[in-house]
Nanobody, 122 residues
Framework: QVQLVESGGGLVQTGGSLRLTCAAS????????MGWYRQAPGKQRELVAT???????TNTDSVKGRFTISRDNAKNTVALQMNSLNAEDTANYYC????????????????WGQGTQVTVSS
């Protein structure tokens, strides 16, 4: 069974930093693009950043210059370094993989973790 497990969320003051990590577990052969999404109360889930296997990244405009996404293909992990946090960053953050192939060739499409809460206090 493949799982995506996020960690690193918590409470931080405005201007502070947090580092989120997502680890994929299971008998995994390959993970394609990975990304971070977030959902604030009463709002739709939105894309924060994505990273392809070759390391190319995209960021939503509101986090450019503040958030950095990275991944370790050997360890099947993806991280999100978040700096200069503000109240608008408060949300539940979700890890996503657009598809995962396990060692038996099974494909898991649009796979999500359970989320980790980030709260920024003023």
């Amino acid at each position: 069974q493949v799982q995506l497990v996020e960690s690193g969320g918590g409470l931080v003051q405005t201007g502070g930093s947090l580092r989120l990590t997502c680890a994929a577990s299971g008998r995994i052969s390959i993970i394609n693009a990975m990304g971070w999404y977030r959902q604030a109360p009463g709002k739709q889930r939105e894309l924060v950043a994505t990273i392809n296997r070759d390391g190319t990244t995209t960021n939503t405009d509101s986090v450019k210059g503040r958030f950095t996404i990275s991944r370790d293909n050997a360890k099947n992990t993806v991280a999100l370094q978040m700096n200069s946090l503000n109240a608008e960053d408060t949300a539940n953050y979700y890890c996503n993989a657009d598809f995962i192939v396990d060692v038996w060739g099974r494909i898991y499409r649009n796979y999500w973790g359970q989320g980790t809460q980030v709260t920024v206090s003023s």
